[in-house]
């Protein structure tokens, strides 16, 4: 196995941890190689513990499949400010709310992700949510605190404690 893997402009080595927009933080293991539709061709392994799943992805497509390193510092900061900002309520019916969260947790992003878990955070003085907001709220609380362990290089639990004090605070 290869420790570094080069695709364009990021270079990928193994025991890095990286993003995968669909499945958040998993870490590289290394490449191979395999013959997929008779064609040969290097494929990245990605580990994702929390699923217990392991991805290949195809080295030329890990860019535009949306793979990406661990965000910056500076992008991290960004996304825990949104964290701290007012909640935006909307109006909407919960299928469609429910939709637009679902794209921007899936999106990868951090702060998308940090918008959802921010306007789905029950406060003392709101109603009672549904279980459906509750699940969405958690997923993307994890995804968030996941990348946030990574970068931090502390355990998803602290990570996620880390985040609620944040907003608790503000």
Excluded: C
């Excluded at 909307?90 to 306007?119: C, N, T």
């Amino acid at each position: 196995m290869a420790s570094k893997m080069k695709k364009t402009d990021v270079e990928f080595n193994a025991n890095d941890f990286v993003v995968y927009p669909t499945h958040g933080v998993g870490r590289i293991l290394g490449t191979e190689q395999q013959i997929i539709a008779g064609m040969e061709m290097d494929v990245l392994i990605v580990r994702f513990e929390q699923d217990r799943m392991t991805l290949r992805v195809p080295l030329e497509k890990a860019r535009s499949l949306g793979l990406r390193t661990l965000s910056s510092k500076k992008q991290m900061e960004e996304a825990i400010s949104t964290l701290k900002g007012k909640a935006k309520s909307r109006r909407d019916m919960w299928s469609k709310r429910a939709k637009v969260y679902d794209d921007k947790i899936r999106s990868g992003d951090p702060v998308s992700i940090a918008e959802v878990v921010r306007d789905l955070r029950r406060r003392e003085n709101q109603t009672e949510q549904s279980y459906s907001e509750r699940q969405m709220y958690q997923a993307a609380l994890e995804r968030l605190a996941r990348e946030f362990a990574a970068i931090e290089q502390i355990d998803q639990t602290t990570a996620a404690d880390k985040l609620e004090y944040l907003m608790d605070a503000a």
